[in-house]
């Protein structure tokens, strides 16, 4: 356990630090900096000066670790844009975007795996064929429509819920479940297969040969194996919702990462894109990180 | 970020209470697509801050709506000393948001300060004709121009608005664009990146103003970059006040029980703007008045006028709002719609099979991909490039647009040199640096005699059209969208004043 | 080193009918005769809906320059926004209406339907080179550089898809090749780890060791032994990500930066309808409804095409 929790956390760091070496290169790729952060009005002196001041005209090699040692304090420079620290900016709208992450992939978890218990205990009826629509479906729809449906029947028509922004938990209710719609596949089908294989495993056998009741069987046993595998794509998960909440924030007005991240790319101000995309892939390393190492611990197996 | 701000943050994010519109909270919320990057009027050149700088600010001369005539605000009166020399008594007992007293200091320092090239500012053509401004006595200032400029009081009452000189000079520009301070209607109670700004009644508002005493308690902007979404929260009570709604969802809104829909010309005009030194693109065709001329001709103005942009919007044949003083269009080149006229010159210039060609724009996708059709129609093949607005200036700027689709609301200064003078006087958004152009405008500007100034635009107006260095488009008209509860007027300067605005 | 993560991520792909993500892969049909397949593939529900659907996706946008009644882009404002025939206002001359520039709907979704299915075609042929070359170098060699195609694919997967593709496309100016490529780099990943798994399940089997005794080069026997024995797994795995490309290409355009107008992709037509949702909602239902189609159309034959190779697979 212990050279394969070495190992693991080697390979996270080394995947952190060339997510960083990309990151710190998109930022060079998007143009001039010196130009970009004297702003339009700056004459060549200037932006001279100003190359001088922010050390651009280094090594690259030094600059990159200039920019590495203040990455690693937060200091990700300041916006082109807003001529705010970047920093600030993310702490205001990281939350957001967590917060959604967390209720989405809730909304996920507690519809797909019950789906999936139930196709696999009703396996090859109506009821597996249904979860199995469901889970095609989800995975055919352009999120955004989605969305924008969402908002027409449950705002406009019926008025349950508000449009956008994120003032109440109730703002939050249908960007989640747009978002989480679209992991619910994944986990549905990992649920549903891995209760098929625990159902017919030994230990279950066992267990029934007993004559336990069915539904103790099916959760104290069952449930309980086959969700193992789960908790690591829930991670996963929960990464890729992060990243691809952009466009359910843009649908739904919520000031997110997400939506930061696409306003300034669309300003061209990307010091801010930089560090959303290096704090969403810290996140998800750390994340796969604790599910890998977590599962490992539950599971011997893998620690080959 | 430590775990312990995150949290805090969180946890504020979900305890802020409901954002609740509408009559019954004495709240009017509006709801526009972009937030501009700083709340300081002379460091954004967005609409959104407009309409934040007029509810929030004071300026020195107040512009009657109706007559037109410029009447006393902050200054009180006004005399000429000479052409370049504008004396102005600054009324007393004016106050700030922060309780601070507005006095010549504070009109000296703003003016002195956005000058600076430190100020950065943004909005420079709306200052750089000042040179200087000095306190002359306890209740006085001077203007020195560096050049005569007929149209000084325009730009006094319009995008010159006073800072709070002690204030600013304690928080700097950071601090101010966080917490910022007027003398206005309304005052600023918080600034939210992303999310918006809130605002609040200035109960000690002076006395007397032009601008009368506001009726709705507080305001509130919300940025809701999405089109739909904003007709959304529209619909369900969320938002009280959306604008730019486009013609189609108007003409479906109009039949919706509680929402009233206005529509009004605006001061705005669009116009496709060409890179005619060839800066974007090698050898580019733009180089050659034929394929400008070219271009003109092949789009149908007059048919985007009537069924895309419909409302009150007009057909502009010169590069200026038709009512801005200054703006003739009188013997201007017309281009008439004629893609045979068009193809005909293109194949003279040696483009018979067309060329392909990039478009920038900013804003109303839907007419720059008209636009787009109607090239296509005569075989230039031209590619969308569709930015936000601060980063298509940026890029226009620099030289790398060919063609750009513009629009332009002078900052809803009622003067030509609001207009033209921004892009065809070797500023940074001329493309052309037509040396007679320039000569032109430049005497217009500066000439006190305003049958002069309009010899003087005329030529420069006419220049630009013959060579076509740009094309006008149309005026725009805005369809504005509210609460029924709301008694809203619009006026052609495209700025919403709310603190004109009642329930009803 | 298998990461429970990369079971995870593999996961996503699988079919509901199997135990292991491995076996799910694994191609042990593939030396059976084809026509056994076929036979499965023409009795197979998923398979036979699915392919046909596409099938005609795929008639209809080769066909397009000869069925469609107008120009798809020839615009025309005074005719804007024709409802489709079945509405009250409908015309024969534009069966499936008009759109917000008078263009003729029907021409542009046959048009669109080319450009949708290029996209997809395209990126899922150029991650699927990127991610098998990875896939197979790990799963053959092992070892080292096992290790690090792990790593790639690892950095990979911790990047952000939708942001980096963005980022990306406004970089370069959005248009139908940066979309393609872009993508196309992005979305490698799956092929990757299934062909990584399915080569190690057979890079020990006899006739491997028969090969390389026989002195075969390792080029030789990779595309000579390998990829034809974990092309079906291969190809299961392209018609997804063929979806999944269609799909971020319309999230693209809906952010504006991917294919740019006048071209007619169904993403950006969803996209430009957005617009008229609340009043026409024809206007996007169309376009949205025949990208469901597809999507569905090729997501029911990849997973068929998993049970039809793959047979040992369904308990």
Redesign the interface.
């Known amino acids: 356990m212990l050279a394969f929790t070495i190992r693991r956390i080697l390979v996270a760091f080394a995947v952190a630090f060339t997510v960083a070496v990309a990151s710190f290169l998109l930022l060079h790729l998007s143009g001039d900096l010196a130009t970009s952060i004297a702003g339009p009005d700056a004459s060549g002196p200037q932006i001279e000066q100003i190359r001088r001041d922010y050390g651009l005209d280094q090594p690259l090699l030094t600059q990159f670790l200039a920019w590495g040692w203040k990455a690693l304090h937060l200091d990700f420079g300041n916006s082109f844009y807003f001529r705010e620290r970047v920093i600030d900016l993310l702490a205001a709208r990281l939350p957001i975007t967590l917060y959604l992450g967390v209720i989405a992939l809730a909304v996920a978890l507690l519809v797909a795996i019950p789906l999936g218990v139930l196709a696999a205990v009703r396996r090859d009826t109506w009821i597996d064929r249904l979860a199995l629509s469901v889970s095609v479906l989800g995975q055919a729809m352009p999120s955004f429509w989605f969305g924008l449906t969402l908002i027409l029947i449950f705002s406009v028509n019926l008025r349950w819920l508000p449009v956008s922004g994120n003032a109440t938990w109730k703002h939050f209710v249908l960007p989640a479940v747009a978002l989480g719609y679209y992991a619910m596949p994944a986990v549905m089908r990992l649920t549903r297969n891995g209760m098929l294989e625990v159902l017919s495993s030994d230990f279950v056998r066992t267990a029934r040969a007993k004559g336990l009741p069915p539904r103790k069987i099916l959760i104290r046993h069952a449930l309980r194996n086959a969700v193992i595998p789960v908790i690591a794509l829930a991670a996963v998960q929960f990464g890729f919702m992060l990243g691809g909440s952009i466009v359910i924030e843009a649908v739904f007005s919520l000031q997110g990462l997400g939506q930061l991240a696409w306003e300034s790319i669309a300003r061209n101000d990307f010091p801010v894109v930089q560090a959303i995309v290096l704090v969403l892939a810290m996140i998800y390393i750390a994340l796969t990180l604790a599910a890998d190492l977590l599962n490992a611990f539950l599971d011997p197996r893998l620690r080959q | 970020m430590p775990p312990r701000t995150l949290a805090a943050a969180l946890l504020a994010s979900l305890l802020a209470g409901p954002a609740l519109a509408g009559k019954a909270n004495d709240t009017l919320v509006y709801a526009s697509d972009s937030e501009p990057e700083n709340v300081s009027p002379y460091h954004n050149s967005a609409r959104e801050g407009v309409i934040l700088a007029r509810n929030c600010w004071d300026t020195l001369v107040y512009r009657n709506t109706k007559t037109g005539a410029y009447e006393p605000m902050l200054a009180t009166s006004w005399k000429w000393v000479d052409d370049t020399t504008l004396d102005l008594v600054i009324r007393e007992g004016v106050t700030f948001h922060n309780g601070d007293a507005l006095g010549p200091e504070d009109v000296a320092f703003t003016f002195n300060y956005v000058l600076t090239p430190e100020a950065r500012t943004v909005t420079r053509q709306n200052v750089d004709w000042m040179k200087s401004t000095e306190v002359t006595g306890p209740h006085s200032v001077r203007i020195h121009l560096k050049q005569p400029f007929p149209a000084a009081l325009e730009y006094l009452a319009g995008p010159t608005p006073i800072f709070p000189a002690a204030y600013f000079k304690k928080v700097g520009l950071d601090g101010f664009a966080k917490a910022p301070v007027g003398s206005g209607p309304y005052k600023i109670v918080s600034v939210d990146s992303g999310r918006g700004v809130k605002m609040e009644r200035f109960a000690q508002y002076w006395a007397g103003s032009p601008l009368g005493t506001p009726k709705i308690g507080k305001l509130e902007f919300r940025v809701i970059p999405d089109g739909e979404s904003r007709v959304a929260e529209l619909m369900t009570g969320g938002v009280d006040w959306i604008w730019r709604v486009p013609s189609d969802q108007a003409d479906q809104l109009r039949a919706a029980p509680n929402i009233t829909i206005l529509n009004s010309e605006t001061m705005r005009v669009g116009f496709l703007q060409f890179d005619t030194l060839g800066r974007a693109k090698e050898n580019s065709p733009l180089k050659d008045v034929r394929v400008r001329q070219a271009i003109s001709y092949a789009i149908d103005r007059k048919a985007m006028v009537d069924n895309l942009v419909r409302g009150s919007s007009r057909v502009m044949n010169a590069l200026c709002f038709i009512d801005q003083f200054g703006c003739v269009d009188q013997g201007v080149m017309r281009y008439p719609y004629d893609p045979a006229k068009a193809k005909a010159l293109l194949k003279e210039a040696g483009y018979p099979n067309g060329f392909e060609i990039d478009l920038g724009a900013y804003r109303e996708r839907d007419y720059a991909e008209a636009v787009i059709g109607y090239l296509g129609a005569v075989g230039i093949k031209a590619r969308l490039n569709y930015l936000r607005y601060a980063a298509f200036r940026d890029t226009l700027r620099s030289g790398k647009v060919s063609i750009g689709y513009q629009t332009w609301g002078s900052f809803s200064v009622n003067d030509v040199s609001a207009f033209a003078g921004v892009y065809f006087r070797g500023g940074e958004e001329d493309l052309t640096k037509d040396p007679v152009v320039i000569a032109d405008l430049q005497a217009g500007d500066s000439s006190t005699d305003p049958e002069k100034r309009k010899e003087a635009y005329a030529k420069a107006l006419g220049r630009i059209a013959s060579q076509a260095y740009a094309l006008p488009m149309f005026s725009y008209s805005t369809n504005y969208a509210f609460t029924s509860d709301l008694t809203f007027t619009a006026q052609p300067d495209e700025v919403p004043r709310f603190y004109a605005a009642s329930w009803k | ?5 990369d ?3 593999l ?2 792909t ?7 993500p491995v076996a799910a892969v694994i191609p042990t049909a593939a030396r059976s005769p084809g026509a056994i397949v076929l036979g499965r593939f023409m009795r197979h529900g998923g398979c036979l809906i699915g392919g046909g659907l596409l099938g005609l996706i795929m008639l209809a946008a080769l066909a397009a320059p000869l069925v469609a009644p107008h120009d798809p ?3 025309d ?2 005719r ?2 024709i409802p489709p025939i079945w509405q009250a206002k409908g015309t024969w001359d534009h069966i499936l209406g008009t759109d ?4 003729d709907y029907l021409s542009r979704l046959l048009y669109g339907a080319q450009i949708s299915l290029l996209i997809g075609v395209s990126a899922a042929l150029i991650s699927g080179a990127i991610g098998t070359f990875l896939g197979v170098c790990a799963g053959y060699f092992g070892g080292r550089v096992d290790a690090a195609v ?2 790639i694919v ?2 990979r ?8 593709a ?2 990306m496309a ?2 370069v ?3 139908l090749k940066v979309v393609v490529l872009v993508l196309g780099f992005l979305l490698w990943d799956r092929f990757a780890v299934v062909a990584r798994a399915a080569t190690q399940q057979i890079r020990n089997q006899d006739f491997i060791s028969a090969a390389r005794a026989s002195g075969l080069t390792n080029l030789r026997i990779v595309l000579q032994e390998i990829l034809p024995n974990i092309a079906n797994a291969l190809i299961v795995v392209a018609t997804l990500e063929m ?1 999944h490309a269609i ?1 971020l290409e ?2 693209l355009s ?4 991917g294919v ?3 071209l007619p992709s169904w ?1 950006l037509m ?2 430009e309808g ?7 909602p024809w206007v ?1 239902t169309i376009p ?1 409804v025949a ?2 189609v597809l ?2 159309a090729i ?2 034959l990849g ?1 068929g095409l998993r049970d039809v190779t793959a047979p040992e697979g369904r ?1």
């Not at chain 3, 699988?14 to 292991?20: R, Y």
């Not at chain 3, 957005?274 to 026409?280: E, L, S």
């Open positions: 080193m298998t990461l429970p993560t079971r995870a991520a996961a996503a699988l079919p509901p009918d199997t135990d292991s882009y020839a615009q404002v005074s804007r926004l917000k520039l008078g263009r792990s790593y690892t950095t997967l911790a990047l952000p898809v939708v942001l980096v963005l980022a406004s970089l100016g959005g248009s979806a799909l319309a999230a809906f952010l504006g930066l740019q107008p006048p993403g969803i996209a957005k617009q008229y949702m609340f009043f026409q996007i949205g990208l469901l999507v569905l997501n029911l997973d308990n």
